[in-house]
């Protein structure tokens, strides 16, 4: 039986950022156009960040019974391990995609944003079938496109309609940024497995793209944000306070253009997200007070 310590990092909290930044800029685009209300900027956070951690739990499972998981370079599996029976860790999954959805239904009704429950429906089937079911898409090249609409796009225009009651331009190129952010992530994670995804069959974009275009492809993916805080500077200046997150990013891009491999590909996951939550509160910061 797993500790609670084994529990939380199979739910791998250094993904959290990628639930939070989303969050934050919705918030910070509605308080904008004066109509941020806290707590259901509150109820979204807990959608989101339970959504992330279903859809960890989900993968652990999934991939655990796939046998793809036998051998781990990143962070502790708990069903690939053998530290969690597989039924242990699906009701985890379970139990953390029903408080999303509860949580999301209370959102809908109270914001009376009833087209949102559509998208919403779809994060809970995203979580689950990325590698659950006989054909997760996951294993056929379409992670870090779903990473990014989720949690990007939806995400942060689903904070802001459920709070403002309305989407914007500006909102709309910050939700390209921040799934831009999320999609990076997920690729350096990817680039880290290439060598035993392939053997496990796990088809990712980083294994069709292979190991040297998909190192480029994580810059490109992290100048994103950046492009978009120089075009929010030029309606507030304050926007340019989220040039500092590339401070964070400096140490993870270097790994990546040095060629490393491995375990030393893990920090780059890391700071990444943390990059990705300074960005987006100094964001979030300039769009409410601008």
Known sequence: MPTAAQWIAGARPRTL????????????????????????????????????VGVNYANDYSDGIRGTDRVRVGPVRLVGSGLATPES???????ALA?????????????RSWPLAVPGALCLLGAWFYTGGKRP?????????AVFLFFGPV???GTLYVQAGRINGTAVGCSVAVGAFSAAILVANNLRDIPTDATAGKRTLAVLLGDQDTRWL?????????????????????????????????????????????????????????????????????????
Do not use: C, H, K
């Not at 934050?24 to 992330?52: F, H, K, N, Q, Y």
């Open 155 to 157: 995400a942060v225009l």
């Open 99 to 111: 408080v999303a959805a509860v949580a999301g239904l209370a959102l809908v009704v109270a914001s």
């Open 17 to 52: 950022p990628n639930a939070i930044a989303p969050v934050l800029v919705g918030t910070g685009a509605a308080a904008a156009v004066d109509g941020m209300v806290w707590w259901l900027a509150v109820l979204a956070l807990i959608v989101s960040v339970s959504l992330i």
């Open 137 to 145: 898409y996951g294993y056929r090249a379409f992670g870090e496109l």
């Open 89 to 95: 860790v699906r009701s985890a999954a379970a139990s």
């Open 218 to 290: 994580y810059q490109a993916l992290v100048a994103v944000p950046f492009l978009m805080t120089l075009l929010l500077a030029t309606r507030d200046t304050a926007a340019l306070a989220a040039l500092l997150a590339i401070a964070l990013l400096l140490p993870p891009i270097r790994r990546v253009r040095r060629g490393y491999t491995g375990r030393r590909l893990v920090p780059v996951l890391r700071d990444t997200g943390l990059a990705m939550l300074a960005w987006a509160a100094a964001t979030a910061l300039a769009l409410a007070t601008g």
